[in-house]
């Protein structure tokens, strides 16, 4: 079992940054890739960034690549995602998801443990 608690959201202007922390329960969180997701108003919920268990890997949705990175810290069990150049149409409420296996998904089905989300609000 694994439960996940975000932070770090926030109302910012466009082009500034934020970033929001994941923290993991659990003894084997060094076994699960964990993933970032979003959802805007109205919309379905959108992946955003996987990191594989090590951090070897890491994926990211082509609308974020080169602006927001997702690390990791297994000692602390936490999870980060580093947003930069924010625009308005990251506005969303930001998941975090853990997946019981060492290889990283893009696919919202295969994540097993979701956190509450916190709120991210970019203005123009």
């Not at 993933?35 to 919920?45: D, H, L, S, V």
């Not at 297994?74 to 924010?86: E, F, G």
Request: aromatic share 12%.
């Amino acid at each position: 079992q694994v439960q996940l608690v975000e932070s770090g959201g926030g109302l910012v202007q466009a082009g500034d940054s934020l970033r929001l922390s994941c923290a993991a329960s659990g003894r084997t969180f060094s076994s699960y890739a964990m993933g970032w997701f979003r959802q805007a108003p109205g919309k379905e919920r959108e992946f955003v960034a996987a990191i594989s268990w090590n951090g070897g890997n890491t994926y990211y949705t082509n609308s974020v690549k080169g602006r927001f990175t997702i690390s990791r810290n297994n000692a602390l069990n936490m999870v980060y995602l580093q947003m930069n150049s924010l625009q308005p149409e990251d506005t969303a409420v930001y998941y975090c998801a853990a997946k019981a296996s060492r290889v990283i998904s893009t696919t919202r089905r295969e994540y097993d443990y979701w956190g509450q989300g916190t709120q991210v609000t970019v203005s123009s």
